[in-house]
């Protein structure tokens, strides 16, 4: 089946400080993969995404990498802010499956 | 364009009574979809539909109800509540595009609890 590993929280980082939250996935097909962010008290919202191996989605900073090989897509940040702060959520779809395939999430904490 | 709408935004029951979750999109995405997200937890997705007057289970429909009659409006409903339904519910939407990704777009979810 489809599924997708995070790698446990929480994590707590300073501020600049480069942050890693990894992920991995299995699949049937060849799915799209997706990070999602959820400020406190907020909905998701999409933060970048890739659809195919060795796509690179990038925003706000943050930059992730489909790598087919080692069915990874980890998250990645430079330098991180206070306003980083939120639980991240690692997900894929599949091709011609309406549903997307959630992690656990990692909630992220930056202290100033 | 307010996107996806929920309400209400808390709410608290007690066992056994019922309430309807409202959720409504004006993007016209075909696609709607339930999560709940319990602490700690990844979403798992209760029921979702994929146009109006189409309905199909997700990964934890027992306890709920769903339906779609129009493209803007997909209502979920606990007939019976219970404790283990205390959560916070998402309401989501997206447009089938032919190859996917399939991104969704969120609402801002509603925190119930039973007791």
């Known amino acids: 089946g489809n599924s997708v590993t995070q790698m446990e929280g929480p994590v707590t980082l300073s501020e600049e400080a480069f942050l890693t939250i990894n992920c991995t996935y299995t699949?049937?097909?060849?799915?799209?993969l997706f990070w999602y962010v959820q400020y406190p008290g907020e909905g998701l919202q999409l933060l970048l995404k890739?659809?195919?191996?060795?796509d690179k989605g990038s925003n706000k900073g943050f930059e992730a990498t489909y790598r087919k090989e080692t069915t990874s897509f980890h998250l990645e940040k430079g330098s991180v802010q206070v306003s980083d702060s939120a639980v991240y959520f690692c997900?894929?779809?599949?091709?011609?499956?309406?549903?997307?395939?959630f992690g656990q999430g990692t909630r992220l904490t930056i202290n100033p | 364009n307010a996107g996806v709408t929920q309400t209400p935004k808390f709410r608290i029951l007690k066992i056994g009574q019922s309430m309807t979750l409202q959720c409504t999109q004006d993007?016209?995405?075909?696609?709607m979809y339930w999560y709940r997200q319990d602490p700690g937890m990844g979403l798992k997705l209760i029921y979702y539909?994929?146009?109006?007057?189409?309905?199909d289970k997700g990964e934890v429909p027992n306890g709920y109800n769903v339906s779609r009659s129009t493209t803007e409006d997909f209502p979920l409903r606990l007939e019976l509540a219970a404790p283990s339904q205390t959560s916070v519910y998402f309401c989501?939407?997206?447009?089938?595009?032919?190859?996917?990704?399939?991104?969704?777009?969120f609402g801002p979810g509603t925190r119930l609890t039973v007791t």
């Open positions: 699949a049937t097909g060849y799915p799209s």
């Open positions: 539909s994929v146009g109006a007057g189409i309905t």
């Open positions: 890739a659809t195919k191996a060795d």
């Open positions: 997900a894929l779809s599949v091709e011609g499956a309406q549903k997307l395939v």
């Open positions: 993007m016209n995405h075909n696609y």
């Open positions: 989501a939407s997206s447009y089938p595009e032919l190859r996917g990704p399939y991104e969704q777009y």
